[in-house]
């Protein structure tokens, strides 16, 4: 069975541009998770979605970053514009429904110049 | 709000010497204590995790953990490492919040250094 996966693994973009992460979740599982890791700190929570609507996106840092989770499906994480301090690893995870373990995925690393 | 402090960035270790990483947490209500490893240019794996019940919890690759509720600690441990466990440790705790998810909280990390 696969694992979540995550696209692209790396992306280097300009201040400015728009970036769009994307994650494939376990089949079947309905909690998806989105954290980032910046410059070397704590992994933070981002948002969390269950199937596709948004159960919390307390974490989310500004109005620049967009999440969505077409038909509780793959999710897509997009920063428009991006600024300097977006850089970091971002991860997703998932898992299923009342489970207590969250798969993670290998992380999106993203470098704003 | 719960948080996790891991003591130590790094921990530079010989091979086959024993080696601790330390987690300590505090939380308001009780949580699930788990630790995830990062192996270089991969995601984060489950080593281990405390749901309930003893205290001492076995892993994957021979770690294990000792949940201490009264010094509120979870630290890991490994008795003989090998080069192969160079990476680094992520001590995360768990919650059931009032939105129904279980969040996670991590700590900042440690990188363990293995040295031949």
């Known amino acids: 069975e696969a694992g979540v996966t995550q696209f692209p693994s790396h992306s280097v973009i300009e201040k400015g541009q728009t970036v769009t992460l994307r994650c494939d979740p376990i089949?079947?599982?309905?909690?998806l998770y989105w954290y980032r890791r910046v410059m070397g700190k704590e992994i933070k929570f981002l948002l969390h979605?269950?199937?596709?609507?948004?159960?919390?996106e307390s974490g989310m840092p500004n109005n620049r970053f967009l999440a969505e989770r077409t038909g509780g499906t793959y999710s897509t994480l997009k920063v428009q514009p991006a600024e300097l301090e977006d850089s970091g690893v971002y991860f997703c995870a998932s898992s299923q429904a009342g489970g207590t373990e969250a798969f993670f995925g290998q992380g999106t690393r993203l470098t704003v110049v | 709000a719960q948080s996790v402090t891991q003591l130590d960035s790094q921990v530079p270790v010989f091979e086959e010497a024993p080696v601790e990483l330390r987690c300590n947490y505090s939380s308001s209500v009780s949580v699930y204590l788990f630790w995830y490893v990062q192996y270089p240019n991969q995601g984060l794996q489950l080593l281990l995790k405390y749901l309930s019940g003893s205290t001492l919890v076995k892993g994957i690759n021979g770690f294990e953990a000792e949940f201490n509720k009264s010094q509120t600690s979870f630290h890991l441990r490994k008795p003989s490492v090998h080069i192969s466990d160079t990476a680094e440790y992520f001590c995360?705790?768990?919650?059931?919040?009032?939105?129904?998810?279980?969040?996670?909280?991590f700590g900042s990390g440690t990188r363990l250094q293995v040295q031949p």
């Open positions: 995360a705790v768990s919650v059931f919040m009032d939105t129904g998810r279980r969040a996670l909280t």
């Open positions: 089949s079947g599982h309905d909690n």
């Open positions: 979605f269950v199937k596709e609507s948004k159960q919390d």
